[in-house]
């Protein structure tokens, strides 16, 4: 069967790190969507690592991790990504799967992005840059380039007709540029992905799923409000980042999916634009930013910050099907003597709703809070729930109820070792 674990707020949930955790129960670990705009922080044995692309199954020597045909992989990141893992003497040619339906992304996409954001001045996405949103819309619009297509001897001309309608967007956009390095360093990484195993993916996947006992981890990037579909648009990526983009993502079966874990910060963070009905632009903000130290694995951007909104929880659980909840980041709260929780919004016309209106970005949206005491203590140390502070229990309780969802695992620190299996009170 397939579990799948995604990431229920606005990205940066924690993924890579419960992932990791998970890995050693799964034959396979697959990303299924988005690409270098994810940056999975996982930590172990004193070293943290920050994975973009590669599946964070990647430091478990019995998992199989394989890149699926739904993301759009950047070579030249990806060369980068592996030599930074030399150091760990992993196997790849038994451990690393790449589908052959990859789409690339090209040194032109990362340009168009940018052309793109600069265009749109104060209305930007905030997009990490890194061609996420182009090399999609080539993907749809059945002008991509997919990784299978780099070993046929036509690449060089299909690449060369693509670049050349970059060119004349760019213009169009009068962005200036300089290709000539990046490209170069394109065909270099190129070369060097061919050394992958390159294969059907979707063939694997299903064969692995087809020995008794085989489970597979679906690894999401970014998180359910950032869905192309069903985030706030148009501050969102290019790809379904929610559970129907396993299927599509993998090529696996919708009968096959089993749990679905769904992974969220016990306050709630923001990287990019758009609507953020809790944030806190205030000392409060700032205190949560540099106790979590919420700053862009990726970009190094400062996180927006803010307090756990239960209106969007709700509305990702129920498009994800959540069977299982993981709260992380519980330690950040360490320090507030009161946490609030947002529970509804009220709408301009005084109605209070716990629904998400259609248009989150135009629509004020004053969050309703109930408060909760604290803890105001370390958590480290702290090695079963049982032993928690008597107000995180009450916290945990808390939110479990409401969002009616199984909380099972709280994590207390970015240590692999820092996650605590928790009894569910439903
Ligand atoms: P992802 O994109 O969902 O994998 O999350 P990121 O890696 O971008 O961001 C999560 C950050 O929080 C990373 O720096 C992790 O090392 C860190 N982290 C994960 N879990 C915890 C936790 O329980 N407590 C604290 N303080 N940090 C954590
Ligand atoms: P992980 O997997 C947080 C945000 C960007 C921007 C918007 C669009 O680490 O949780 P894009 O580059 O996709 O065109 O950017 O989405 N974003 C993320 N925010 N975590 C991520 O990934 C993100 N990937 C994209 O900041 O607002
Ligand atoms: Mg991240």
Same mark, same amino acid.
Request: aromatic share 10%.
């Given at each position: 069967?397939?579990?799948?674990?995604?990431?229920?707020?606005?990205?940066?949930?924690?993924?890579?790190?419960?992932?990791?955790?998970?890995?050693?129960?799964?034959?396979?670990?697959?990303?299924?969507?988005?690409?270098?705009?994810?940056?999975?922080?996982?930590?172990?044995?004193?070293?943290?690592?920050?994975?973009?692309?590669?599946?964070?199954?990647?430091?478990?020597?019995?998992?199989?991790?394989?890149?699926?045909?739904?993301?759009?992989?950047?070579?030249?990141?990806?060369?980068?990504?592996?030599?930074?893992?030399?150091?760990?003497?992993?196997?790849?040619?038994?451990?690393?799967?790449?589908?052959?339906?990859?789409?690339?992304?090209?040194?032109?996409?990362?340009?168009?992005?940018?052309?793109?954001?600069?265009?749109?001045?104060?209305?930007?996405?905030?997009?990490?840059?890194?061609?996420?949103?182009?090399?999609?819309?080539?993907?749809?619009?059945?002008?991509?380039?997919?990784?299978?297509?780099?070993?046929?001897?036509?690449?060089?001309?299909?690449?060369?007709?693509?670049?050349?309608?970059?060119?004349?967007?760019?213009?169009?956009?009068?962005?200036?540029?300089?290709?000539?390095?990046?490209?170069?360093?394109?065909?270099?990484?190129?070369?060097?992905?061919?050394?992958?195993?390159?294969?059907?993916?979707?063939?694997?996947?299903?064969?692995?799923?087809?020995?008794?006992?085989?489970?597979?981890?679906?690894?999401?990037?970014?998180?359910?409000?950032?869905?192309?579909?069903?985030?706030?648009?148009?501050?969102?990526?290019?790809?379904?980042?929610?559970?129907?983009?396993?299927?599509?993502?993998?090529?696996? %079966?919708?009968?096959?999916?089993? =749990?679905?874990?769904?992974?969220?910060? !016990? *306050?709630?963070? &923001?990287?990019?634009?758009? $609507?953020?009905?809790?944030?806190?632009?205030?000392?409060?903000?700032?205190?949560?930013?540099?106790?979590?130290?919420?700053?862009?694995?990726?970009?190094?951007?400062?996180?927006?910050?803010?307090?756990?909104?239960?209106?969007?929880?709700?509305?990702?659980?129920?498009?994800?099907?959540?069977?299982?909840?993981?709260?992380?980041?519980?330690?950040?709260?360490?320090?507030?003597?009161?946490?609030?929780?947002?529970?509804?919004?009220?709408?301009?016309?005084?109605?209070?709703?716990?629904?998400?209106?259609?248009?989150?970005?135009?629509?004020?949206?004053?969050?309703?809070?109930?408060?909760?005491?604290?803890?105001?203590?370390?958590?480290?140390?702290?090695? %079963?729930?049982?032993?928690?502070? =008597?107000?995180?229990?009450?916290?945990? !309780? *808390?939110?479990? &109820?409401?969002?009616?969802? $199984?909380?099972?695992?709280?994590?207390?620190?970015?240590?692999?070792?820092?996650?605590?299996?928790?009894?569910?009170?439903?």
């Amino acid at each position: 069967m397939v579990d799948i674990l995604l990431g229920l707020q606005w990205g940066d949930e924690g993924k890579g790190k419960i992932v990791d955790v998970l890995a050693p129960e799964y034959k396979v670990v697959a990303r299924f969507q988005g690409g270098p705009n994810a940056g999975h922080t996982l930590e172990f044995e004193g070293k943290k690592h920050v994975l973009h692309q590669i599946p964070s199954g990647i430091f478990r020597p019995d998992s199989i991790n394989i890149i699926g045909n739904g993301v759009v992989l950047d070579p030249i990141i990806f060369k980068k990504e592996i030599e930074a893992l030399a150091p760990y003497q992993i196997n790849f040619s038994k451990t690393l799967f790449i589908s052959k339906k990859t789409a690339i992304i090209i040194p032109s996409h990362r340009l168009l992005d940018a052309a793109s954001e600069k265009a749109k001045a104060e209305a930007k996405i905030g997009s990490t840059l890194k061609g996420i949103g182009p090399a999609y819309a080539d993907k749809v619009s059945r002008q991509g380039l997919r990784l299978g297509d780099a070993l046929s001897p036509s690449f060089k001309d299909k690449y060369n007709k693509l670049v050349e309608s970059h060119k004349r967007m760019l213009d169009f956009y009068r962005f200036e540029y300089d290709l000539a390095e990046a490209e170069q360093e394109f065909f270099r990484a190129l070369e060097f992905i061919k050394g992958f195993n390159l294969i059907e993916s979707e063939y694997l996947i299903n064969k692995k799923l087809a020995e008794p006992g085989t489970r597979v981890l679906a690894e999401g990037a970014q998180g359910s409000l950032l869905d192309i579909d069903f985030g706030s648009y148009p501050f969102v990526t290019s790809s379904n980042t929610t559970a129907a983009g396993v299927c599509s993502g993998l090529g696996v %079966s919708p009968s096959k999916i089993n =749990d679905v874990y769904g992974i969220f910060k !016990a *306050y709630c963070t &923001r990287v990019g634009s758009g $609507p953020f009905p809790t944030e806190l632009l205030d000392e409060t903000g700032e205190r949560m930013r540099q106790e979590g130290r919420e700053f862009g694995s990726t970009t190094g951007r400062p996180r927006r910050c803010g307090w756990i909104d239960l209106p969007t929880l709700k509305y990702s659980i129920m498009l994800n099907g959540v069977t299982q909840l993981v709260m992380m980041k519980v330690d950040v709260l360490n320090i507030f003597d009161e946490i609030s929780v947002c529970t509804h919004y009220e709408l301009p016309d005084g109605t209070i709703t716990d629904e998400l209106p259609y248009d989150m970005t135009d629509t004020p949206l004053k969050p309703v809070y109930v408060t909760l005491p604290g803890w105001k203590q370390s958590l480290e140390g702290i090695t %079963s729930f049982e032993d928690m502070p =008597d107000a995180l229990k009450a916290y945990t !309780a *808390y939110l479990e &109820r409401e969002l009616n969802t $199984p909380i099972t695992f709280v994590s207390t620190g970015p240590d692999r070792n820092a996650t605590l299996a928790r009894k569910s009170g439903l």
